[in-house]
């Protein structure tokens, strides 16, 4: 596969997944009538649902990425060239963004608005340190044991990462850099930005040292 097609899926399916992301945030707070537990609800689903769709869709393609702490970890292994490292987060992030402004625009919102929602403090550091790790964990599981189930494993640990971390599982830096522009139930302030990427790369990488030993795995070098 040319890396042109891969770096247009990685493209795609990015913006798909936050126009799924910021999308369903907000419609599920429009009809929530102020039960966050229901927006919530209605943004885990959506997110996880299509997070099924876009794996099938794109994984034969790219991989199915759609996260710069997968292909940073996939790059670090050896699976991945520092070139396509480079123009794979560069896809991502644009997708991001791209995806972020059309679901502001389907709800008649500006393109971009700066979110003035707060996520900071240790237990939201700790929170993606913990869902980043459990995602590259899932992932890694799954090549290894379910290589046919990867996409519903991966689909369904973001939906419960929805609920049992209290950043609500950003898990994702292009994600995260994205949903800061858009001030809606999906937003988080650009001041938090910084801390959320920091620990979500330290747990993608603690997740790829352990799981090369777990697995007893070896990079390819």
């Not at 759609?66 to 644009?94: C, D, K, M």
Request: glycine letters at 8%; charged letters at 10%.
């Amino acid at each position: 596969m040319s890396l042109s097609r891969k770096l247009t899926a990685e493209f795609l399916g990015t913006a798909f997944l936050l126009a799924i992301v910021v999308g369903s945030g907000i419609m599920g707070e429009k009809l929530a009538n102020g039960n966050n537990a229901v927006a919530l609800l209605a943004n885990s689903i959506a997110t996880g649902t299509g997070l099924i769709f876009l794996i099938l869709s794109f994984g034969d393609v790219s991989g199915a990425h759609l996260n710069p702490a997968v292909t940073l970890t996939e790059t670090f292994r050896g699976n991945l060239s520092w070139r396509e490292n480079f123009f794979y987060i560069l896809s991502q992030t644009a997708g991001a963004f791209f995806g972020v402004g059309i679901a502001n625009l389907m709800f008649d919102l500006p393109v971009y608005f700066t979110s003035t929602k707060i996520r900071t403090g240790n237990s939201q550091f700790l929170s993606e340190f913990v869902a980043t790790f459990g995602l590259i964990a899932v992932i890694r599981a799954g090549i290894k044991f379910r290589p046919n189930l990867v996409f519903l494993m991966v689909a369904s640990y973001i939906t419960a990462a929805y609920w049992f971390t209290a950043s609500t599982s950003f898990a994702n830096p292009s994600v995260t850099l994205a949903r800061s522009v858009t001030d809606t139930f999906a937003g988080i302030n650009p001041s938090d930005v910084l801390m959320f990427i920091v620990a979500q790369l330290l747990g993608a990488f603690s997740a790829t040292f352990v799981f090369d030993w777990l697995l007893e795995e070896k990079r390819n070098v």
